[in-house]
């Protein structure tokens, strides 16, 4: 007594067409209650099949397409909490389906950024509109991925936000390059540590939020002698020495404070809200300490220092581009002043740095404008007042100033490196004179040329030398090297190697300016010296002051000892002259005898220079 429900394909004979026909057979009833018949209905439902099975195999279709996407998919209900996700965001997740059903994102994974996730929940189906934001969270294998997840409304029929669809493509990739060049752009590669673009950065913004009442500092360190570690120790050794420098940087400072590299062995260090200028003379102190401490690479201890200027906003300037140049001036002040220091900035700075700038770039152009010239003072035998040889100085003819002592300018000269091309230029002077002279005359002149540690520090002095005496034609006993006795207390062998490569080439060393500096007399026995120079000072005072002729004896008897020649210098009385023959020196050098003249007189000078009645005792 059921209804009978069935349906069949039956094909047209006329033209073969398959028409699916439901049958349903009803019962038909009498008054009495029985059935009295069957009522048969059959109708066309091909068209309702077909529309069925598309929308079935459609339905397939997108189920496959966001089961198998490789994007996470999530449907969210009103209380945030899932209702559907495809394996992608399962098989990320521990737990599966399972744990992720039935949750709200704060509930599982959990995490810093779900809240945030669940408020852009709300707001979609608060607004029915499309969000879209990154998540960073942690899948189950400890990757932490980033999402760029896209929120959509789903309506009802009533047009009301019924769920959201999340669907997230992983962008992790796109983000580690993000990071990747942003590392590249605000940090430096060696160190880790912020470059000048990030800690500008960090200036403008600690600018923007300062505090009244205090101050924002800028500090410049700079190594000191680190070049000579680099030229000497190779760059592979010079690199450790800066990360070992940037950790014990970081040490000194508080964490919000910025430590960068601006390259080379300059760093700098932003300290905001600074309350008091003595905090940071602590800090300062501290940090000149610390690299102070020898750095231990590879085998060796190395020492260098390092000297720090400071600048503050707002006192100094309230433009951040101001405070690193005074910062700079203000470092090169503590470098000039004898490194291992620090200094504030002070107005009268900037009016310096702009004349040491202009003085550069003017040196730079003088030995490219042949505006560079050497004068030779005379030196003679004591004994007979025979000319024996000369001292090579160098003049800078400026053509707006006259001429330019070395005193003005070669310190800048050491400080920027451009000794090096200047003293390869007096080489090369000082070789072809010397050449000339010894050539036309029977008697030997030989001349002396003052080499700073700077050209030492420069690789393969003694190579370069070797060549210029190949081309000018000098033979090495023709000329002697000055160098400074602080010259010997550098660390480096590489000092102690040029020196034994003159010295067996034939080339004589003198120490200059002896008695000056460190006398620390071991070094005249362990280095090729073969001539010391009184100081000047010493010798004009030998006659006036009995320390100082006490000290001058001193001298004349070690080098008789050690078997050295002893020149003095400065010599500008008859007196002084006389004390010294008596006590032994040879050699005498001074405006007595005669001043530094231009190369052009020197042919000219007579074989014996007798004490000059007109230069006795004018400096
Ligand atoms: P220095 O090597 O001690 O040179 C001697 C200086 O004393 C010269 O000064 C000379 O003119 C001066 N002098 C000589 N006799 C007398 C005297 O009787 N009385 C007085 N009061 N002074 C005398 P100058 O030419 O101004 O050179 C100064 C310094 O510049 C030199 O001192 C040397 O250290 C440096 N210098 C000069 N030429 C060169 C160079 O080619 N290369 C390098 N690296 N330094 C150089
Ligand atoms: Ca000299
Ligand atoms: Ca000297």
Redesign the pocket.
């Given at each position: 007594m059921q209804v009978c429900i069935d349906d069949e394909w039956v094909v047209a004979p006329a033209n073969r067409e398959r028409t699916l026909i439901e049958t349903r057979l009803l019962p038909v009833f009498d008054a009495g209650g029985t059935v009295a018949g069957v009522l048969g209905v059959a109708r066309d439902i091909t068209e309702r099949r077909r529309f069925e099975e598309r929308l079935a195999r459609r339905e397939h279709e997108f189920r496959t397409l966001v089961e198998n996407s490789p994007d996470t998919v999530a449907r969210y209900g009103k209380d945030c909490r899932r209702i559907y996700v495809n394996p992608t965001f399962a098989s990320l997740s521990v737990g599966g389906a399972d744990a992720l059903l039935g949750k709200a994102p704060s509930e599982f994974p959990g995490g810093p950024d779900t809240v945030l996730y669940e408020k852009h929940i709300a707001d979609v189906f608060a607004t029915a509109s499309d969000r879209e934001f990154e998540l960073s969270w942690q899948a189950n294998d400890g990757r932490r991925l980033c999402h760029l997840i896209r929120l959509t409304p789903e309506l009802g029929a009533n047009g009301t936000v019924e769920t959201v669809l999340a669907v997230g493509r992983d962008i992790s990739e796109l983000q580690a390059s993000r990071v990747k060049i942003h590392r590249l752009a605000y940090f430096d590669a060696l160190t880790a540590l912020p470059n000048r673009v990030l800690f500008n950065e960090h200036l403008r913004q600690a600018i923007s939020v300062s505090l009244p009442d205090h101050v924002t500092a800028v500090v410049m360190i700079d190594l000191d002698r680190f070049k000579g570690v680099n030229d000497t120790m190779g760059h592979a050794v010079g690199d450790e020495l800066l990360c070992e420098a940037a950790r014990r940087l970081l040490a000194c400072v508080r964490p919000g404070d910025t430590v960068a590299r601006f390259g080379g062995d300059e760093f700098a260090v932003l300290i905001p809200e600074v309350s008091a200028r003595d905090v940071l003379e602590q800090i300062s102190a501290t940090i000149i300490d610390r690299l102070d401490e020898p750095f231990l690479l590879g085998a060796r201890e190395v020492f260098v220092s390092c000297s720090v200027g400071i600048a503050l906003y707002p006192d100094d300037s309230t433009d951040a581009k101001d405070l690193l140049r005074y910062a700079d001036s203000a470092m090169y002040l503590a470098k000039r002043s004898g490194r291992r220091g620090y200094r504030f900035y002070t107005k009268e700075l900037t009016i310096e740095a702009t004349a040491r700038l202009s003085l550069e770039s003017e040196l730079r152009r003088a030995i490219d404008q042949g505006e560079l010239e050497l004068y030779y003072?005379p030196q003679i035998l004591l004994r007979s007042a025979e000319v024996i040889g000369s001292?090579?100085?160098?003049r800078w003819n400026h053509p707006g100033v006259g001429f330019i002592?070395?005193?003005q300018f070669?310190p800048l000269a050491e400080e920027t490196g451009l000794?090096v091309d200047i003293?390869r230029w007096?080489l090369r002077e000082a070789c072809r004179a010397a050449t000339e002279w010894n050539s036309a005359s029977d008697k030997s002149h030989k001349v002396s040329?003052?080499?700073?540690v700077r050209q030492f520090q420069a690789r393969d002095l003694a190579v370069t030398i070797a060549e210029i005496l190949d081309e000018t034609g000098c033979r090495p006993e023709w000329l002697e090297f000055?160098i400074t006795e602080s010259l010997l207390l550098e660390e480096d062998d590489s000092v102690m190697t040029s020196l034994l490569a003159f010295s067996s080439m034939g080339i004589s060393i003198a120490i200059?300016?002896f008695g000056t500096g460190y006398s620390a007399l071991s070094y005249l026995t362990r280095f090729p010296i073969d001539t010391l120079k009184i100081d000047?000072t010493f010798v004009q005072q030998v006659t006036t002051d009995r320390r100082h002729a006490e000290l001058v004896k001193a001298i004349l008897s070690i080098a008789r000892c050690l078997g050295q020649r002893v020149v003095a210098?400065?010599?500008?009385t008859t007196e002084q002259a006389a004390f010294l023959e008596a006590h032994g020196c040879e050699v005498a050098?001074?405006?007595?005898y005669s001043k530094?003249l231009p190369k052009s007189a020197m042919p000219s000078l007579p074989r014996r220079l007798h004490p000059n009645a007109t230069n006795e005792g004018k400096?």
């Open positions: 003072q001292e090579a100085l160098l002592r070395p005193a070669v000794i003293g007096v040329i003052n080499l700073s000055e200059d300016d000047r210098e400065g010599v500008e050098q001074g405006f007595l530094p400096p």
